[in-house]
């Protein structure tokens, strides 16, 4: 059987995104193959009810964009109950965001994101992960789901990603030099309130 064909077949059975790294240990090939025969299965599955997805170095079975409209009316419901406003402005900084922590959603929301975020990962449109860069934290990404509801096969192709992205990033630096000013500000009054107290100490011992 063709490469390509495997990983078809494998992705099919296991119903959920698996890394290159992993396939290449499953099928016994290299990396740089499982590329390769990704890029022939992409083609393969043109215009079929199905495509490939990537995110990442992870790659997904997802229905495809053509038949968006019937899976939309299937599953609406089931996605749209109960997301209010919170709900779709905390997604909107996971998709545009992340990987991100939680501390970062509530300081861009200005406001505690904990239950939000319980219920979104429960509904499947966000995921929980170690933060690579800390393992005692974790980040939130997009699930595979949010991303195949939405009908895009990579986060680059939402809506001015990339404008969007650096609206946000842009916020998030203002907010921290304006932490690091208040943070010098409240330094230096300190100092100068321990210098008139150290003034006022010697001005006593002085006078006795």
Known sequence: MELD???????FWKGEPMSIKKLSQILSVSEEEIKAAIE???IKLEGRGISLMEKESEIMLVTSGEASELIQTLTKEELSKDLGKASLETLSIILYQGPVKRSEIDYIRGVNSQFILRNLLVRG?????????????????????????????SI??????????????SFKSAGVEEEKKTEALSDSE???NEIQEDSELKANEDSI
């Open 190 to 192: 300190s100092l100068e």
């Open 40 to 42: 022939n299965l992409k």
């Open 5 to 11: 064909k495997k990983i078809e077949a494998i992705l």
């Open 125 to 153: 449109l966000i995921e929980k992960i170690s933060d690579p860069k800390d393992a005692r934290t974790f980040v939130y990404k997009p699930s595979f789901e949010l991303l195949a509801h939405l009908n895009v096969k």
């Open 156 to 169: 680059e192709e939402l809506p001015e990603y990339e404008a969007v992205r650096k609206d946000i990033e």
